[in-house]
């Protein structure tokens, strides 16, 4: 599985941005996938999941729970992370990933099989 995140950019305190990952393969619709994020000199954190199969279940970083919205279209093979009132605080590099097929959502990036190469958001005050 490859992994191709995209959308990200430069945009002001309380914009938005629509981040994509398009997948590789025939199995996008059976993996739980994820957006984690990492800023300058801190690790790298959770932020979104959403289920395999249509996305029934989907889970949030208490810090962006309100504002992002993780959702996929399988037809596509593509994962959305859309964010709206963007803080500063925000800003990072954005990975998505994917878990091995059939596996429910995890918040722990050890649990992701697969990564994007990242995509760097930075929200200006």
């Known amino acids: 599985v490859q992994l191709q995140a995209s959308g990200g950019g430069l945009v002001q305190a309380g914009g938005s941005l629509r981040l994509s990952c398009a997948a590789s393969?025939?199995?996008?619709?059976?993996?739980?996938m994820g957006w984690f994020r990492q800023a300058p000199g801190k690790e790298r954190e959770f932020v979104a999941a959403?289920?395999?199969?249509?996305?029934?279940?989907?889970f949030y970083a208490d810090s962006v729970k309100g504002r992002f919205t993780i959702s996929r279209d399988d037809a596509l093979s593509t994962a959305y992370l859309q964010m709206n009132s963007l803080k500063p605080e925000d800003t990072a590099v954005y990975y998505c990933?994917?878990?091995?097929?059939?596996?429910?959502?995890?918040?722990?990036?050890?649990?992701?099989?697969?990564w994007g190469q990242g995509t760097l958001v930075t929200v200006s005050s």
């Open positions: 959403i289920s395999w199969s249509g996305g029934g279940t989907t």
């Open positions: 393969g025939r199995t996008f619709g059976s993996r739980t």
């Open positions: 990933a994917a878990r091995k097929p059939w596996v429910v959502i995890s918040t722990s990036e050890l649990e992701y099989s697969y």
